[in-house]
């Protein structure tokens, strides 16, 4: 499947999909459902480094570094780290990843959480992650992009809403980020942006994140 489609990251996805089930309603208002399957979903890489030392800095993520040139080197403290923005890809995960890997895009985020549940760090936490729109929040925030579309409800799965409060519950422990929609922002908020969509549900995920804070 890797070797004739878009590569690992995307036969990761589908196997994901596979596991999870998913549903759609198409154009001529016919709904489909697939059922959740019983299958092994594969690691297409692993989140060690060559000398064999884990680099995600979120221990239930994989590194995956974007382009040294989308991102700005930096050592944020515990102090300079104020907000969480949310993103949705409008696309699936790896076409998030793959872009921010290609040294022409100008921009990244710090993590990426997959409609399964599984999450990707693409930029450290100290460093500056190119995804607000803005030079101020980017320089006191951590992006989290989702995979989907913000047009489609279904984006927002339940794996995906606990996947990621629980990686801003860590940010918040981590760098004393407060649990409020003041701290804890839409993409939209910052920048002249429809991201993350009006179905991105704030509220459940302010509760999720207090729950696994």
Not at 46 to 70: I, K, L, T
Not at 115 to 132: H, K, L, P, Y
Request: proline fraction near 4%.
């Amino acid at each position: 499947m890797a070797e004739y489609s878009y590569g690992p990251l995307y036969s990761q996805e589908v196997y994901e999909t596979l596991e999870n089930g998913a549903s759609l309603t198409s154009s001529t208002g016919e709904s489909l459902t697939l059922e959740a399957q019983d299958v092994e979903v594969p690691t297409p890489f692993a989140a060690q480094d060559r000398a064999g030392v884990r680099r995600a800095d979120y221990g239930r993520a994989s590194w995956r570094p974007a382009a040294r040139g989308n991102y700005t080197n930096a050592n944020r403290g515990p102090r300079k780290i104020d907000f969480i923005v949310v993103h949705v890809v409008e696309g699936p995960k790896s076409s998030a990843i793959n872009h921010f890997k290609n040294p022409s895009s100008d921009v990244s985020a710090h993590y990426v959480v997959g409609r399964g549940g599984g999450i990707v760090q693409c930029v450290r936490n100290e460093d500056i992650a190119w995804q607000a729109g803005d030079w101020w929040y980017n320089k006191r925030s951590i992006g989290i992009e989702h995979a989907g579309y913000g047009s489609n409800r279904r984006t927002w799965t339940d794996a995906m809403y606990r996947s990621s409060a629980r990686l801003s519950a860590y940010i918040s422990r981590k760098y004393k980020v407060p649990v409020d929609r003041k701290h804890i922002v839409r993409h939209r908020k910052v920048s002249a942006t429809l991201c993350p969509g009006k179905h991105f549900d704030m509220d459940r995920y302010l509760r999720l994140i207090r729950k696994y804070k």
